[in-house]
């Protein structure tokens, strides 16, 4: 953190890519403890128009300004997926904390990469939006979880239903190569099997298709399957389903020897009886975060506070090693252990 940050107990934040990191430079401002000091977008228009919106941070014309910058403490990065690991590490070996959408990165040897960057700059605050585990819902089921209430768990279903064809078909995926719909939704229920199971897989395999998307610009699987094997004998079942005739939705099962947890478009529900007289309990929590910027005040406030962050950022980079180990199970048509 910079001299000057430190003394005003502010940080000093920098947002690239402003689709939806115009909510992360709203979430960080809105926290007080805050200085946005540059927006920067490919895009230099997009820059300035949230710039004059929000009536903070200056359009930077290129990324490298970010990180030229001593004042700046936090980078927040919501660029396109194929370019959030050179900006990580570039971030990084810059010094900087670092807030990242999700995915982290789009291959292991990315990954080993970013970890490795890490390590050498400090082992500084860096983590990933997977902001489903900011939702209310989730965070209560994680409690019931931990006191016992679900009994042993033995399965955990999570199903993505994107929903949006058009954006995958006409929007910039279709032009990343190797677009991984598992990176880019799958990652959100791969991060609550972990975190709400408290168990890390050991091996997965997985299967794919691409019918919805048959005959458009978009070249790869549009719908992902993945089967995850834990030694407690769990197992996890995650799909990213972009095609779907559905509207934007998230589904989670959890299934323990004493209660069912079920959440979906008909709401969320908790069974503890299999007689079928016996209505479930209706779940009044809300499913989805409030915003996408809901993670950052923790973040800054752990930034501000000199938080050891390292279990955490560990957990981030659990998170994309069991999702891009179903990618490569998928493409190697086998089962794939989880180093």
Not at 39 to 52: F, G, Q
Not at 281 to 298: H, M, Q, V
């Amino acid at each position: 953190m910079s001299t000057l940050s430190a003394k005003r107990r502010v940080l000093g934040v920098a947002v690239a890519g402003l689709g939806v990191g115009a909510q992360h430079a709203r979430a960080y401002a809105a926290t007080g403890r805050c200085d946005v000091r540059y927006l920067y977008d490919v895009d230099s228009a997009k820059s300035r128009e949230l710039s004059e919106r929000l009536g903070t941070g200056r359009a930077a014309e290129r990324f490298e300004q970010l990180l030229e910058d001593p004042e700046v403490d936090v980078v927040s990065i919501a660029s396109y997926d194929d370019a959030h690991v050179g900006q990580v590490i570039a971030a990084l070996r810059a010094g900087k904390s670092v807030f990242v959408e999700k995915p982290l990165c789009r291959s292991m040897a990315e990954l080993e990469t970013i970890q490795r960057t890490w390590e050498a700059h400090g082992c500084r605050p860096l983590a990933s939006n997977l902001v489903l585990r900011a939702a209310p819902l989730y965070q209560r089921l994680r409690a019931r979880i931990e006191a016992g209430e679900l009994g042993s768990l033995y399965a955990f279903d999570g199903e993505y239903l994107y929903g949006r064809l058009s954006k995958i078909t006409d929007g910039w995926r279709k032009d990343v190569p190797d677009y991984s719909v598992m990176q880019g939704g799958g990652v959100h229920l791969v991060d609550l099997m972990l975190w709400l199971t408290g168990q890390r897989p050991v091996a997965v395999t997985a299967r794919g298709n691409r019918i919805c998307t048959a005959g458009s610009a978009f070249r790869y699987h549009d719908y992902v399957a993945a089967a995850y094997e834990f030694p407690s004998g769990l197992i996890g079942r995650i799909t990213a389903n972009f095609g779907c005739v559905h509207p934007h939705q998230h589904v989670v099962r959890v299934f323990g020897t004493a209660a069912t947890f079920l959440y979906d478009d008909a709401g969320a529900r908790l069974h503890t009886n299999r007689d079928s007289s016996v209505p479930s309990t209706r779940l009044a929590e809300a499913a989805l975060p409030e915003s996408k910027g809901d993670l950052i005040p923790a973040f800054v406030r752990a930034v501000a506070q000199g938080e050891d962050l390292r279990v955490q950022t560990q957990q981030e980079f659990d998170v994309m090693r069991v999702t891009l180990a179903a990618d490569e199970a998928l493409a190697a048509g086998q089962r794939v252990t989880i180093s």
